[in-house]
Structure formats: structure tokens, C-alpha cells
């Protein structure tokens, strides 16, 4: 059977036309990874402690990394305010490159937006995530 990215995931869910498809697809799909990672990109209460833009990192050549991302995320606190205030600017930003460096590398360019507050996909919007999941988001978001 084969494995989907969270990119491919959510890639997959934007493309549907119905809002309601949607929240549908965000809802079957259920997975406590997917939900943090879209309270990270959505929660305003959430302020990472990385440079914004893209981060400079070598993507991995191992294959079979689609599954990563779902167990790494629950590492991603360290990069945010309040996560770990013992790691310096330097180290802090160094465990996110390797982390960049060990995901699929469409799960890269994913959590890159994501620390950007952002999705790189049109129509899963904060609303869309809001209703397939309510109360996951802060209020106060866009």
C-alpha cells in the first residue's frame, strides 16, 4: 500500500471544489500530525523562533520518507515561542535544517510555509480548518 506525504495529503484536499468536500476530506482524514500541523500554520497564539523564508537545506536523497513528517511534527515545539527556551538561535536553527533534511522533501517546503504561517496550497483556509475541526485554532485568526 502506498504512503502519502502530508503535502500530497493536503495537496489532494485543495484541489476539491466544495468548501464542504473539504472539510469533509480534512475530517476523514483525522490524523493528530495533520491537526498540529494545521494549528501551527493557523494558530496566531503560535510564533515560531526561525527566520522567515525558505531555509537553506539539502533535500534528502533516501526514498520512502513519505511517513516521516507524521511522527517528526510532534518535534516542531522547539522552534516556537515558549517551546524550549534553553536551545540558542544557532541550535534551534540547526535541529530545523536537520529536520528539513530527514522529511520528504515536499514535506519540507511544507513546513516551511508552515513557519511562515502559511499553506503553500490555495483553499484550506483558516475557516475550512475551523469548521473540520473546531476549537483546534485560536480565535483571532484570519
Do not use: H, W
Not at 44 to 71: N, W, Y
Not at 91 to 99: G, M, P
Not at 107 to 112: F, T
Amino acid at each position: 500500500m502506498r504512503k502519502y506525504c502530508m503535502y500530497e495529503i493536503l495537496e489532494n484536499i485543495s484541489k476539491m471544489k466544495k468548501p464542504e468536500d473539504k472539510i469533509n476530506a480534512l475530517r476523514l482524514t483525522n490524523n493528530p500530525a495533520l491537526k498540529a500541523l494545521l494549528k501551527y500554520a493557523y494558530d496566531p497564539k503560535i510564533k515560531f523562533l526561525l527566520p522567515t523564508g525558505e531555509a537553506p537545506f539539502k533535500p534528502t536523497s533516501f526514498l520512502d520518507q513519505e511517513a516521516r513528517l507524521f511522527t517528526e511534527v510532534r518535534r516542531l515545539y522547539l522552534f516556537i515561542e515558549g517551546g524550549n527556551p534553553n536551545l540558542t538561535k544557532l541550535k534551534r536553527e540547526s535541529l530545523f535544517i536537520q529536520l528539513l533534511e530527514s522529511i520528504d522533501p515536499r514535506d519540507a517546503k511544507l513546513i516551511n510555509c508552515v513557519k511562515d504561517k502559511k499553506l503553500p496550497f490555495k483553499g484550506i483556509t483558516v475557516k475550512i480548518v475551523s469548521e473540520a475541526f473546531p476549537g483546534l485554532i485560536s480565535e483571532g485568526a484570519e
